[in-house]
């Protein structure tokens, strides 16, 4: 008998948590979850999509998370209007997946994908 697993919970590094936070409010809809006191982690949320900043000096290796989308066209149109970096418009990839990548204020990239 096998456990059930949530879930994973990405962990990107970023030069300032709060900043990463408020951004990812304001520009992906997402939650501000906590803020430990020193400032050096925290967390965002936006449904079951949790992620978790960690403070880091740069220079850094950004992280790449691919995040699935039921209606990719309504995520495309919402983070597009609300001002997210998109740098890979939507299109139909070779390898099957409708997808669009996105760039945080950190060079960290989310790839929004639909089969």
């Known amino acids: 008998m096998s456990t059930t697993f949530g879930p994973p919970t990405p962990e990107l590094p970023v030069e300032d948590v709060e900043r990463a936070q408020r951004h ?19 967390a965002a949320s936006r449904g079951k999509c949790v992620i978790f900043f960690r403070k880091r000096a740069r220079p850094f290796e950004a992280a790449a ?11 495309y149109e919402e983070l597009r209007a609300s001002g997210a970096r998109i740098v890979e418009p939507l299109e ?3 390898w099957g997946l409708r997808q669009f990548t996105v760039e945080d204020l950190d060079g960290n990239l989310f790839y929004f994908h639909c089969d």
Request: charged content about 25%; overall charge negative.
């Open 65 to 75: 998370t691919w995040i699935f989308a039921a209606d990719i066209d309504a995520t």
């Open 92 to 94: 139909a990839k070779p």
């Open 24 to 42: 990812y409010r304001d520009a992906m809809g997402f939650e501000i979850g906590w803020l430990e006191p020193s400032g050096d982690i925290g």
